[in-house]
């Protein structure tokens, strides 16, 4: 079992940045493959960003690419997205999630193969 707990949503001005911290329990969380979603209001949940620390594969969406950065502390237990030149279309609760060292590159940008999900974070970005 993993608990996981997001953290740093907040307000920002469009083109600043925010981190977000995902706080993992367990001792395995080297082997989990990590993700980030997001969901926007009437929208359905969407892939941001996802890492596989075995094959050192990290894979984001095209509306992300160049602007965020998923990185993981696996000594910390910890997930971070950097986001930078925030735009207001990103504003979305963001959830953390993980799941097992066999989910593929094919199936890592969808949510079902994740079998544990944070609370979610709130990030609001004003024009």
């Known amino acids: 079992q993993v608990q996981l707990v997001e953290s740093g949503g907040g307000l920002v001005q469009a083109g600043g940045s925010l981190r977000l911290s995902c706080a993992a329990s367990g001792r395995t969380f080297s082997s989990y493959t990590m993700g980030w979603f997001r969901q926007a209001p009437g929208k359905e949940r969407e892939f941001v960003a996802a890492n596989k620390w075995i094959g050192g594969i990290t894979y984001y969406a095209d509306s992300v690419k160049g602007r965020f950065t998923i990185s993981r502390d696996n000594a910390k237990n910890t997930l971070y997205l950097q986001m930078n030149s925030l735009k207001p279309e990103d504003t979305a609760v963001y959830y953390c999630?993980?799941?097992?060292?066999?989910?593929?590159?094919?199936?890592?940008?969808?949510?079902?193969?994740?079998?544990?999900w944070g609370q979610g974070t709130q990030v609001d970005v004003s024009s």
């Open positions: 999630a993980a799941g097992g060292p066999l989910i593929t590159i094919a199936t890592m940008t969808t949510p079902r193969p994740y079998d544990y």
